[in-house]
């Protein structure tokens, strides 16, 4: 293909009622070949956020630098040590009360990412702050088909108090488009799929959809013709990693199919079920990973959060023999059988976060990996719940945000070093850089080594 120009990064794959974008190919390349696309791959960001904070002694790692050891909580990251950074001493000073009184989960996911302390309402007058998110999607939304998604496993209202006298959209949401208006997550998984690879032509996405149910065929049979003219251009290895690619994207369309097929198999009378969500969670985090995934590999958005649950969540958790409700079991008073299920817990999840890391490192992409070009962090703004401290936060970034972190690092930083500085750091590396974010002091220093 030497005399043919690249493929353009942004091909689709077009059929009747429905658009799919593609990985990264070799034959996008400049001509002066693959090693050229060091820079040349898009950056990502995400960040995962887990409720009512950690069992802080379980998650505590030992050693610094390069030289550190995976704590009990973080045993499931083994895989994906070197591609991970742990960091210790940074905190969300607008997560507390400042005179606010009791609340502190309804501000946790509040401030988490916008770095603003919220006003203390049940009615509409909720304001608090942009979230670092929606920052990078005003700045760089434009470049993707989804300037961001926004994703979760629990519904919730916007409206009413959760927590304190604070409103629900406090407590169920992270992201939030300004200071007063939230970004609604998804938690339908046949919903996210349909946002990320539908039509743009909302009659022509009915019509594709009316006919895929209707004959039971996948997006990829609508685009089966133009992939098979693509790749008559690409060579072995992009036709190779094609096909794997829409291997993938078949297998989450049978799941999704599957877990609606299980939903509307159970027959309840007078209660109205939501389509596609699956009944194990197990299930419905892994489809959500791997739906955050295939938006990246395609490059359908750059950016993305994903709320494992809400804070203040009380689900239990009996997979790992836990049930007992999660934030009942944070206010354990150090009663070690609650700590002992407490730290159960934070692994299961944490186990979650690392099969996704340990899908993204898996792909390929220009030099390196998907994961090479990502920012994942996982986080909170709570760190023991028990004490709702908001200081010394259980903070993971994972990725190499396209060469610009040196990652595999237990990096401590001084005390009450603001959370909001790793976000303007991240900002930067996104080419979306802004001068402050919520109570940002600065950008954070030593990510790059």
């Known amino acids: 293909m030497s005399h043919q120009q690249p493929l353009h990064r ?16 070799e034959a996008m390349l400049p ?15 995400a960040f995962v956020f887990v409720p009512n904070g950690v069992i802080v002694p379980e998650w505590t790692v030992k050693g610094e630098g390069a030289d550190w050891q995976l704590s009990p909580t973080l045993e499931p990251l083994a895989k994906v040590k070197d591609q991970v950074c742990v960091l210790t001493g940074l905190m969300q000073d607008n997560a507390r009360h400042k005179g606010d009184g009791a609340g502190d989960h309804a501000r946790s996911s509040a401030a988490f990412l916008t770095g603003a302390h919220p006003v203390k309402t049940s009615g509409v007058d909720i304001k608090v702050g942009q979230s670092v998110d929606q920052v990078a999607a005003d700045k760089v939304g434009k470049l993707t088909k989804l300037p961001s998604i926004e994703l979760g496993t629990e519904g919730g209202r916007n409206a009413g108090q959760c927590d304190s006298g604070y409103s629900c959209a406090y407590s169920n949401n992270i992201s939030w488009k300004t200071a007063t208006t939230p970004m609604a997550k998804e938690i339908n998984p046949r919903l996210v799929f349909e946002r990320l690879f539908g039509s743009t032509d909302d009659r022509e996405a009915a019509k594709g959809r009316a006919k895929r149910d209707e004959y039971r065929k996948s997006i990829l049979d609508l685009v089966t013709d133009d992939a098979s003219k693509l790749k008559q251009q690409l060579g072995q290895t992009d036709r190779r990693k094609v096909d794997e690619y829409f291997s993938s994207v078949r297998e989450i369309e049978q799941r999704i199919e599957r ?3 299980d939903s509307t198999s159970q027959k309840i009378p007078d209660l109205t079920l939501p389509r596609g969500i699956p009944k194990e969670l197990d299930e419905h985090i892994g489809l959500m990973f791997e739906l955050m995934t295939l938006a990246f590999q395609t490059d359908t958005t750059r950016v993305a959060t994903f709320m494992l649950a809400n804070e203040g969540s009380n689900r239990s958790y009996p997979m790992v023999g836990v049930n007992d409700g999660h934030h009942h079991l944070s206010h354990h008073q150090n009663k070690q059988d609650w700590i002992k299920h407490l730290a159960k817990i934070d692994k299961y999840l944490i186990g979650h976060y690392a099969k996704f890391l340990e899908r993204l490192k898996s792909i390929p992409e220009g030099t390196g990996t998907l994961l090479d070009n990502s920012m994942i962090v996982y986080g909170s703004a709570i760190a023991d719940g028990n004490a709702h401290s908001h200081h010394d936060l259980p903070v993971l970034v994972a990725g190499n945000g396209g060469g610009t972190i040196a990652s595999g690092r237990h990096i401590v930083f001084p005390k009450e070093t603001p959370l909001n500085n790793l976000f303007l750091s991240m900002l930067d590396r996104m080419d979306a850089g802004v001068d402050s974010l919520g109570d940002s002091s600065g950008r954070l220093k030593g990510l790059e080594g």
């Open 10 to 25: 942004r091909t689709f794959l077009k059929g009747v009622g429905a658009t799919l974008g593609l990985p990264l190919l």
């Open 31 to 45: 001509k002066s070949g693959f090693a050229a696309q060091s820079t040349g791959a898009p950056k990502r960001m």
């Open 259 to 261: 877990a609606k097929s």
